[in-house]
């Protein structure tokens, strides 16, 4: 209930990670405060340390790479200055800057969590960072993001599972791998295998592992390892071909009888969402379908 797994990283891992954090925010303080001074150097430099968490403790994450600690940290800081600037009221002008930060990051695909802080300091920081104006987008913020790109390329690439960015680690070449008709769905042991022998700290829950395992089967064979029945998330077809064909998502299911909530995404009406009973979605349905190389395929049922 309380979300605490299990933890497979080593201690020479957990280490590195500490002696990184050190450097990356030592040097990010000296510079902060120059710029900020002590007090105005506290604030920002919170939102440097939890970028240390991200590349220092998960430096192969999505959320740890140059572009979104660089755009995160930069686009953040231009919204809370801005709405530092246009609003008066702390209370409208900080949500409002982190909601913004928020979107912009989604839509500019550089979501990195400390960026939500470095917005919110230009808000709340005080008469020291409100003075910096717009200036507190190149110094200190991209300033300390570009000192904590550098440390973690440095720090990370004496230890070739960690390098840093993520495309200078050395990736074994791919061997064929010869498809078999037997598919059975991997269980707790495996993953647990395999995110032990990886030997540094993965955020993703092994659910999460597993629904990818499952998605990328299906995608490159065309076979489930799930029995015949309606799941949300999941495309099914009514098994037509050319103009009839018709495919729906599976957005959400009520309790067991009550009713599905799919969108259409192929055939007519496609764009609308709308429910049907459980009863009457299972008798239009024929098979499980995937899209691959622009086409609806049918999803068979893997032979135990």
């Known amino acids: 209930m309380l979300g605490v797994g299990a933890d497979a990283t080593g201690h020479t891992e957990k280490v590195i990670s500490v002696v990184g954090g050190f450097i ?47 755009g995160g940290h930069v686009f953040s800081a231009l919204i809370g ?16 800057a982190v909601g913004l930060a928020i979107g912009a990051m989604y ?31 190149l110094t200190p913020v991209l300033l300390n993001a570009v000192i904590m790109l550098v440390a973690a390329v440095l720090v990370n690439y004496a230890f070739p599972w960690r390098r840093y ?9 791919a061997r064929p791998v010869q498809r078999v008709d037997n598919f059975n769905q991997l269980n707790h042991a495996d993953f647990a295998y395999a995110l032990n022998e990886t030997g540094s700290y993965v955020d993703v829950r092994e659910e999460d592992l597993a629904k990818i395992y499952r998605l ?39 309790e067991a009888g009550g009713e599905v909530t799919y969108e259409i995404v192929a055939g007519d009406g496609a764009g609308e969402v709308t429910t049907a009973t459980l009863a009457d979605f299972t008798t239009w349905q024929r098979y499980e379908v995937i899209f691959k190389n622009g086409e609806w395929h049918r999803i068979r049922q893997a032979t135990i």
């Open 24 to 70: 990356g925010i030592s040097l990010t303080m000296w510079v902060s405060g120059h710029y900020l001074g002590l007090q105005g150097a506290a604030l920002l430099v919170a939102s440097m340390g939890a970028s240390a968490v991200l590349l220092f403790a998960v430096p192969n994450g999505p959320l740890s790479q140059p572009w979104p600690l660089l």
């Open 107 to 137: 839509y500019l695909r550089c979501i990195h969590p400390p960026g939500g802080a470095t917005a919110i300091t230009a808000v709340i920081g005080g008469s020291q960072v409100h003075a910096l104006g717009f200036q507190y987008v």
């Open 165 to 173: 960015p993520a495309g200078l680690r050395k990736v074994p070449a």
């Open 216 to 254: 990328a089967v299906k995608h490159a064979w065309q076979i489930s390892d799930q029995p015949e029945q309606v799941t949300v998330g999941l495309y099914y077809s009514n098994g037509e071909m050319g103009a009839d064909l018709s495919v729906r998502k599976v957005i959400s299911m009520g």
């Open 81 to 96: 200055v801005a709405c530092a600037q246009g609003i008066d009221n702390l209370l409208i002008a900080a949500p409002l």
